[in-house]
């Protein structure tokens, strides 16, 4: 019958409401006669040849795909009895195919061409025959590293997936590459926790760097289990050039690290500041929250109930119910301002002891912790004076040493003037008198090398270079060129008039003007 009339029956039967799959036609359709109609395949004979030449197992694999379970959780089921169907599988399909553009890409969502092409492509990347691919493939790959898919322990997945990326994800033409990247940085941390690596191993696989964080806020809430050089380096990390271009840490920065350490050990202490510890104003408290690992990607193996992953101090993974639960302090509850309060009140009252200009300006904002900072910061000057003063008394006992030497050989050469001195010469019959002369007045390195004790003992070094008519600069640049070959440095800075010695260097600077 005519499409018309047989979409007529169709709408009637909708308009009677008919509760029945089956339509019944009406006699008027009897009497037509059909008659067989030869299909020319000519045209389209080059695809079934195709078809038979694609191997039997790609299609055995297609059609392993199964719809018993709900949508996600059979897929990834399908995904790995299919990958491990084709685990051993190689071809050799170099014809050019279209790229699957979708998102979570399974074998499903391949055709037999594309899927012979991947597999060609994974068949070179085992030889070590890299070469760049679509998108969908390198994904495609990972997955089956991931779920263990050609691999034969789980060292041998990660070492795998670095292959991968190193040799692979580095090629030009490959799209995407930096947020693949990005994924497989997040999946190795997951799939190393879940299949319970060490964390020494971790470091060893992905590096330090990805453990920073955690680092930063151990050093934070256990300052007593660390120096004060790790703690001052926690804070610039956290903090980053708010602390590196501080001018207290420019021109006091040992000063600086000594302080801060002791004032955040102090102040730690110091137990509730409107409610809260300090480490608490500043980090928050320790989150128990739904973690889930190898997320996007088929992975289904599940953990041993009552599974515990500890980090560390501050980072645990546990498994329970079918789920896993992370505890950390979250970088969002990270509160930056806190923090900050904290240094630039110690900043503060730094330019203020140790005279360095630019002043700053109580700020509301860190009225908080202001009244714990500065007496914590007192105590720790007060510390940090007695230790110097300590040093410098061990100073001037060297120097007294030095001074009594000198004396000694000053003596041994300094004769009067109209003293004469006769030599005897035993191959000479005449004796010859020689008239020994005084020694010349000192030479502009003595000079320096006076000054220099002045600055080391802390006495007045200006007026040697007024009576003299030298200048800082020089007399710097001159002391700096005697010491350079052997301690490699500038051992003086020169600010106008003052001149300042590099606290560094100071023990060596004694050293060598003892052997002097």
């Known amino acids: 019958m005519d499409a018309k009339k047989f979409l007529d029956c169709i709408n009637e039967r ?12 009406d006699s008027a359709s009897e009497g037509t006669k059909y008659s067989d109609t030869a299909i020319p395949f000519a045209k389209g004979s080059d695809f079934f040849k195709k078809r038979e030449e694609t191997p039997k197992k790609i299609y055995e694999m297609i059609n392993m795909y199964s719809y018993d379970e ?37 074998y499903h969502e391949l055709n037999a061409n594309q899927l012979r092409s991947y597999f060609t492509w994974r068949t070179d990347i085992r030889k070590g025959n890299y070469r ?36 692979v994800l580095n090629l030009e033409g490959i799209e995407n590459s930096v947020q693949i990247k990005r994924n497989l940085n997040r999946w190795y941390f997951e799939y190393f926790v879940i299949n319970g690596f060490r964390a020494d191993e971790i470091k060893e696989y992905i590096g330090g760097d ?48 000594y302080i801060f350490a002791y004032v955040w050990k102090a102040i730690l202490k110091a137990g509730s500041i409107d409610g809260q510890s300090v480490f608490t104003h500043c980090f928050g408290r320790l989150q128990s929250k739904r973690w889930y690992p190898l997320g996007n990607t088929p992975y289904l193996k599940e953990s041993t109930e009552g599974t515990d992953y500890v980090l560390n101090s501050v980072r645990s993974y546990h498994y329970s119910k079918q789920a896993w639960k992370e505890k950390s302090y979250s970088k969002e509850c990270f509160d930056r301002k806190k923090l900050t309060s904290v240094f630039r009140e110690i900043d503060r009252y730094m ?3 140790y005279k360095l200009g630019y002043f700053l300006k109580e700020r509301e904002e860190d009225k908080w912790i202001r009244d714990y900072v500065k007496e914590a910061f007192d105590k720790a000057v007060l510390e940090l004076n007695k230790t110097k003063k300590q040093q410098i008394d061990i100073d001037f006992f060297a ?118």
């Not at 949508?71 to 051993?88: A, T, V």
């Not at 969908?136 to 070492?159: H, M, P, Q, R």
Request: charged share 35%.
């Open 210 to 257: 990805a453990f920073k964080w955690d680092e930063a806020i151990e050093i934070f809430k256990k300052p007593e289990n660390h120096s004060d050089n790790e703690i001052f380096d926690a804070l610039v990390f956290l903090l980053g050039s708010r602390v590196a271009g501080s001018l207290s840490v420019k021109k006091q920065k040992e000063n600086m690290i």
């Open 351 to 353: 330019r203020v002891e």
């Open 70 to 106: 709900y949508p996600w959780y059979q897929k990834s089921k399908n995904f790995y009895k299919q990958g491990k169907f084709m685990e051993d599988y190689e071809d050799n399909y170099y014809e050019k195919v279209r790229d699957y553009c979708g998102y979570f890409v399974t």
């Open 399 to 516: 120097l007294n040493k030095i001074r009594s030497d000198a004396d000694i050989t000053r003596e041994s050469l300094i004769v009067e003037e109209d003293e004469d001195i006769i030599f005897d010469i035993s191959d000479n019959e005449n004796t010859q008198e020689e008239e020994i002369v005084k020694p010349d007045m000192p030479t502009d390195m003595d000079i320096n090398i006076r000054i220099l004790e002045c600055i080391l003992t802390g006495e007045d070094y200006k007026r040697y270079i007024k009576e003299n008519n030298l200048f800082a600069s020089i007399v710097t640049d001159t002391i700096n060129e005697r010491f350079f070959d052997d301690i490699g440095d500038n051992i003086l800075e020169c600010d106008g008039e003052d001149i300042y010695l590099i606290e560094d260097y100071k023990e060596d600077v004694l050293d060598i003007m003892e052997r002097l």
């Open 14 to 25: 909708y308009k009677r409401n008919v509760k029945s799959d089956l339509i019944v036609l």
């Open 132 to 167: 760049s691919t679509y998108t969908s493939f390198i994904y495609l790959y990972i997955y089956e590293l991931l779920c263990k898919i050609g691999t034969v322990s789980k060292y041998d997945t990660i070492n795998k997936l670095k292959e991968l990326e190193e040799n």
